[in-house]
C-alpha cells in the first residue's frame, strides 16, 4: 500500500524559510514523478515543483529562485526547501507521486506565512 506523510508546516514570518518533507511507502518512489502542490482558500490546487526520476525539475513562475526541490532515493523522501516567503504562499501543501495510470496524495500540511 503506498502512503505519503507530509511534514515540516507552521507559522513563519514573511522573508523565512521552511522546510517541508514527504516520505514515501511502497515502492513506486524511483520511478514515479514527485511532485508538491499547493491550494490556498478559495483557490483551485495548483502545482509548485516537480522533479522526475531523472532529476530534472520544474517550479511554478512563483516559486522559481525561491523554493528548490529534492528527492532522496535511499530514504524515500522528496523536500521542498521554500525561501523567502511571501503572505501569499500561504496554503496547504500537498505532496504528490505520479505514475502511469494513478496519482498519490498526502494528508497535506498547512503553511501560513504571516507577520
Known amino acids: 500500500q503506498v502512503q505519503l506523510v507530509e511534514s515540516g508546516g507552521g507559522l513563519v514570518q514573511p522573508g523565512g524559510s521552511l522546510r517541508l518533507s514527504c516520505v514515501v511507502s511502497?515502492?513506486?518512489?524511483?520511478?514515479?514523478?514527485m511532485g508538491w502542490y499547493r491550494q490556498a482558500p478559495g483557490k483551485q490546487r495548483e502545482l509548485v515543483a516537480r522533479?522526475?526520476?531523472?532529476?530534472?525539475?520544474i517550479y511554478e513562475d512563483s516559486v522559481k529562485g525561491r523554493f528548490t526541490i529534492s528527492r532522496d532515493i535511499a530514504k524515500n523522501t522528496v523536500d521542498l526547501q521554500m525561501n523567502s516567503l511571501k503572505p501569499e504562499d500561504t496554503a496547504v501543501y500537498y505532496c504528490?507521486?505520479?505514475?502511469?495510470?494513478?496519482?498519490?496524495w498526502g494528508q497535506g500540511t498547512q503553511v501560513t506565512v504571516s507577520s
Open positions: 504528490n507521486a505520479q505514475g502511469p495510470q494513478i496519482a498519490y
Open positions: 511502497g515502492s513506486i518512489f524511483s520511478t514515479y514523478v
Open positions: 522533479i522526475f526520476s531523472g532529476g530534472r525539475t
